[in-house]
Antibody
């Protein structure tokens, strides 16, 4: 069965970086995009961007373009999302999701990133 | 960016009720609309894609309709496990955008 398993919760100080991983199983990793979506506490869902695991190509929402990096390691079927220059309002749960086109058909369990001094 | 306006933002309903949620896009998105269910502390689950196609394994009491700018999501007979927050999302182009969510609570 399709599974996306994300790395554990992280705590960072403002100005630091964080890298979240998303390991896929149960399907051919390079056949589907991986999207990243975040959700601040008590708030709605915000799409951050996608990575094409086959080519490594990316597409980011404008809000994140200058401070997010998405990469992948096809040898271990894992996608990564790195956020730099963290601020307190980056505190959120970060989800990876498999892209059936632009539809998110399977989601990871989420990774809580807390930014606090 | 395409703005998605969802209403109501919350509603109270009883088990067995028919529940309807609407979602309006700021421009024509054809049928490129999905609906997700999210329970507290969990990731969203895909229920409906392409406005009206039921995701595999999703109960048939869930349905979607609409095209262009106006969409409707319906639960025909609300079950205890359906109390959750529901989001629409346009899949027409990037940046992908979500509605603000509808929290369905027990009356």
């Amino acid at each position: 069965q399709v599974q996306l398993v994300q790395s554990g919760a992280e705590v960072r100080e403002p100005g630091a970086s964080v890298k979240v991983s998303c390991q896929a199983s149960g399907y051919t990793f390079t056949d589907y995009y991986i999207h990243w979506v975040r959700q601040a506490p008590g708030q709605g869902l915000e799409w951050m961007g996608w990575i094409n695991p086959n080519s490594g190509g990316t597409n980011f929402a404008q809000n994140f373009q200058d401070w997010v990096t998405m990469t992948r390691d096809t040898s271990i079927s894992t996608a990564y999302m790195e956020l730099r220059r963290l601020k307190s309002d980056d505190t959120a749960v970060y989800y990876c999701a498999r892209g059936l086109g632009l539809v998110h058909d399977y989601w990871g369990q989420g990774t809580l990133v807390t930014v606090s001094s | 960016d395409i703005q998605m306006t969802q209403s109501p933002s919350s509603l109270s309903a009883s088990v067995g009720d028919r529940v309807t949620i609407t979602c309006r896009a700021s421009q024509n998105i054809g049928s490129y609309l999905s609906w997700y269910q999210q329970k507290p502390g969990k990731a969203p689950d895909l229920l409906i894609y392409a406005a009206s196609s039921l995701q595999s394994g999703v109960p048939s009491r869930f349905s979607g309709s609409g095209s262009g700018t106006d969409f409707i999501f319906t639960v025909s007979s609300l079950q205890p496990e359906d109390f959750a927050t529901y989001y629409c999302q346009q899949n027409y182009n990037t940046p992908l955008t979500f509605g603000g969510g509808t929290k369905v609570e027990i009356k």
